[in-house]
């Protein structure tokens, strides 16, 4: 058993008072000693002390108790708790064992670096410092920030990683959307773009594609024999 009953004075008088257990077992299920045991039921210990039914508390069962009757070698065993107690949170600023609080700094300026999204109230509650050392820290205005070296809270025990997990992600949740990136109507498509050059000094844009000089025409067939033919007339004519 590693914890031992709610008023073990009590449950130890109610079992004297109402089983047949050994005061060997009463001791070690009520984390008492086997003398202190023999003194309550001998009358000479807690005697304004007012028995207590671990069955009716949920710490024990019939069936524990008549298994450990029959068994003088057993030892009794608490019956797990039907209720679960979340652990109360904690509130203000962590406390930081004076053999690592020397380490603080170092822990900040590791935070400072690594997720600048936090707030200084959230490095507060993880390393248990105060917002003008943070500011400090940040502004390298620190007494010590030269010889300052980032080190990680949870590596050095002064924080646990689910607290860090929990505060980055809670940053990650208050931090203000990002706009999605809209494409600029006045974009030319690939095709425009191809053809039109650079615009001019002046702001406007020439074509690609220089004048047609009339040397850069190519004659067809026809055109070629059409002036063949008259040609060949004129010289008739003329003889």
């Known amino acids: 058993m590693?914890?031992?009953?709610l008023m073990p004075k009590a449950t130890a008088v109610w079992l004297v008072d109402n089983t047949a257990l050994s005061f060997d077992q009463i001791a070690a299920f009520c984390?008492?000693?086997?003398?202190e045991i023999k003194a309550i039921a001998d009358g000479?210990?807690?005697q304004g002390i007012k028995g207590q039914d671990p069955v009716m508390t949920g710490q024990l069962t019939r069936e524990e108790i008549e298994k450990a009757q029959k068994d003088p070698k057993y030892r009794l065993k608490l019956a797990p708790p039907k209720v679960t107690v979340p652990e109360a949170k904690r509130r203000g600023p962590r406390y930081t064992p004076v053999s690592k609080r020397q380490d603080?700094?170092?822990a900040i300026l590791w935070l400072v670096r690594n997720h600048p999204e936090l707030k200084d109230q959230q490095i507060v509650r993880l390393v248990g410092t105060t917002k003008p050392t943070i500011e400090a820290i940040r502004n390298r205005t620190h007494w010590n920030s030269g010889q300052l070296t980032p080190m990680d809270p949870v590596t050095l025990g002064i924080c646990k990683q689910i607290d860090l997990d929990f505060e980055v992600k809670k940053s990650a949740a208050d931090a203000p959307a990002q706009q999605?990136?809209?494409e600029d109507p006045t974009l030319l498509s690939p095709e425009?773009?191809?053809a039109t050059t650079p615009a001019d000094p002046f702001g406007n844009f020439k074509p690609t594609q220089k004048p047609i000089d009339d040397?850069?025409?190519i004659p067809d067939a026809a055109s070629v024999f059409a002036n063949f033919q008259s040609s060949s007339k004129d010289d008739d004519d003329e003889d």
Not at 2 to 5: D, G, H, K, L, T
Not at 31 to 35: E, S, T
């Open 31 to 35: 984390k008492l000693h086997p003398l």
């Open 215 to 217: 040397d850069d025409i």
């Open 104 to 106: 603080r700094p170092n």
């Open 2 to 5: 590693s914890n031992a009953p």
């Open 44 to 46: 000479e210990a807690a």
């Open 180 to 182: 999605e990136y809209q």
């Open 192 to 194: 425009e773009s191809l």
